[in-house]
């Protein structure tokens, strides 16, 4: 066993083959097009178009993608906290069966969901006319920034939580009710004791939703139409409209960059982790 | 569970204060109204959880049965399942889209097990150098954003007339799905128990015979919540088939954006509601078919 067995080579190279095809060789694709000039050199002319058509947009990205993933870790720290911290054993049986329910849902099912719901008429804003907490001239549609914020939440705090309780559960007891014991607050217990001990989880959960938040296409066109919107819509744009495969992937180049960044923060935080060690 | 009995006389003494235990000495009274109080918050925070949970989804499945719903009315018009029957009816548009579907998950299933069956095991059972790079390189694509991947997928896939193809639309869910039929398969092999497939060799059977009746078997659950995993992630992907499958590939996502983008909400909300009953089936038998044993064996 102490050569690399040739079976296990022969065995994986298919898979291998699909990534390199499907994913390695439209990367490179991706990377020259936006690096090269028309007549064949490297040049930045591409970013530089970019940048001066889509500025407002690489910003609105940014925006959208780092308040959902914030709010995502919010909502998911109260859920996972109440799941196990609560004493109330109905108000865990309860939330347990309620919080999964958007996990498996498509986006593109949660972008028509959210397109009815949040909009002027729907069912948002009628259920709150009708309980008299607004009159009816005071509605207006969600549909915008604010409504591509909710339907990513929506979507990935059940993700999240769900990793996040899994850890949270198997976290040494002892360690909260001697908390508790001391007289703690559950709150601050929840916030001193147990976020330390799943924040690699919940790190983890995170900069996995900030990257699909990133790659989705059907949430921006289907929940906000209008300007400004994300970089995934404008890529499409770029392509459908002109066939600007050059600006296009100038742009891709930027949301790998968002995504690196990201990706640069998880590492560095588990090498200082493992420094600690 | 075993970790929590003895806390549980502490919890209970805790309870009968309003599990407010930081207030000490409250009178019964008081503390009477304070538990209630804060039953009453919970109940009261319940609902709108709920209600921000499955109101969206409600919504839904009120278009789904209207026939007219228009600006000054809370509620439909007028029910109906007029629009059930435009879907349902066997030469509609969602029923061939419906078709197609399905037909491009189960061939995106046989590809993705077809690769992801012998990789799983070498990666389980047999020594790779550089494995764990090779684990990460199949989490790469879903690890990237994916519409930068997918518009030069699609030029490259035209140049070779690939584009707009059910092949097409099924390697590139294929790939996408890797990560999860790879993943899934290497820790159900990791999973089976060598001293079987040794007990195996040793009353004579062959390697070849080991691995399908003994080794095959036992982790098949877990290639199964691979597959089903997959299937999923084909029947929903929506970026993906947008660019490589249009126009001539219609799957459901694609149908369900085509019709709410032309304002045809009950058209778009049924088939996203037929969209919904796989992935609840699904978040429902999960756990049946993915046991906590290859579970924690997930990414290793």
């Not at chain 1, 004791?193 to 790659?215: D, H, I, N, W, Y």
Request: glycine content about 6%; charged content about 10%; overall charge positive.
């Amino acid at each position: 066993m102490e050569r690399p067995s040739f079976l296990g080579l022969l065995l994986i190279t298919p898979a291998l083959i699909m990534i390199g095809a499907l994913f390695l060789y439209p990367l490179g694709f991706s990377l020259a097009a936006a690096f090269t000039e028309p007549g064949g050199g490297l040049s930045l002319m591409h970013f530089q178009k970019a940048y001066e058509l889509y500025s407002t947009d690489i910003l609105f990205t940014l925006f959208i993608v780092v308040v959902s993933t914030l709010l995502t870790g919010l909502f998911s720290i109260i859920i996972a906290g109440i799941l196990t911290l609560s004493e109330t054993p109905w108000l865990i049986v309860a939330l347990r069966n309620l919080y999964r329910w958007p996990l498996f849902i498509p986006f593109i099912v949660a972008a028509q969901c959210m397109r009815t719901f949040l909009a002027k008429n729907g069912l948002m804003n009628n259920s709150f006319v009708a309980l008299g907490l607004m009159e009816p001239i005071q509605t207006t549609s969600f549909l915008d920034w604010r409504g591509i914020i909710i339907t990513f939440v929506w979507k990935q705090v059940p993700f999240v939580t769900l990793m996040l309780a899994g850890a949270m559960a198997s976290i040494d007891r002892a360690t909260i009710e001697a908390g508790r014991n001391l007289g703690a607050s559950r709150v601050r217990v929840l916030i001193e004791l147990v976020l330390p001990q799943v924040a690699q989880t919940l790190l983890v959960g995170l900069v996995l939703s900030f990257v699909t938040m990133l790659s989705v296409l059907s949430v921006p066109m289907m929940v906000a139409g209008s300007q400004p919107t994300m970089l995934t819509v404008d890529m499409a744009f770029r392509i459908n409209s002109y066939g600007d495969y050059a600006t296009a992937n100038a742009l891709g180049v930027i949301s790998y960059l968002m995504a690196g960044t990201v990706a640069w923060i998880y590492l560095r935080h588990n090498v200082k982790r493992e420094v600690q060690a | 569970m075993s970790g929590k009995s003895p806390s549980s006389p502490m919890s209970a003494a805790l309870d009968l204060s309003g599990g407010q235990p930081s207030v000490p000495h409250v009178s019964m009274k008081s503390g009477k109204v304070w538990t209630f109080g804060s039953t009453a918050l919970k109940i009261a925070g319940l609902a709108v959880f709920a209600f921000l949970l499955f109101g969206p989804l409600a919504n839904l499945a009120l278009w789904s049965v209207a026939e007219r719903w228009y600006t000054p009315f809370k509620l439909p018009v007028s029910y109906g399942l007029r629009y059930w029957e435009v879907v349902f009816r066997p030469t509609g548009d969602a029923m061939s889209s419906l078709a197609t579907s399905v037909t491009i998950a189960c061939l995106t299933v046989l590809v993705a097990l077809a690769v992801s069956i012998p990789s799983g095991y070498a990666l389980a059972r047999l020594r790779l150098p550089w494995r764990t790079a090779l684990m990460i390189l199949f989490l790469l694509p879903q690890a990237f954003p994916s519409v930068a991947i997918y518009i030069n997928v699609a030029r490259v896939f035209y140049s070779i007339g690939l584009s707009g193809t059910i092949t097409g639309v099924v390697l590139v869910h294929a790939a996408h799905g890797l990560v999860y039929s790879v993943w899934i398969a290497a820790a159900a092999f990791a999973a089976v128990d060598r001293d079987l497939e040794l007990a195996a060799r040793n009353i004579g059977a062959s390697p070849l015979r080991t691995f399908f009746t003994v080794t095959l078997p036992l982790a098949a659950p877990g290639i199964m919540a691979s597959a089903i995993f997959v299937f999923l992630e084909s029947l929903d992907e929506f970026t993906g088939t947008f660019f490589v499958g249009v126009p001539q590939v219609t799957t459901l996502p694609l149908l369900l954006y085509n019709a709410s983008m032309g304002g045809n909400y009950q058209i778009a909300s049924i088939t996203a509601l037929i969209l919904l009953v796989p992935s609840v089936v699904f978040m429902i038998v999960i756990e049946r078919f993915l046991k906590a044993d290859v579970l924690s064996k997930v990414g290793q």
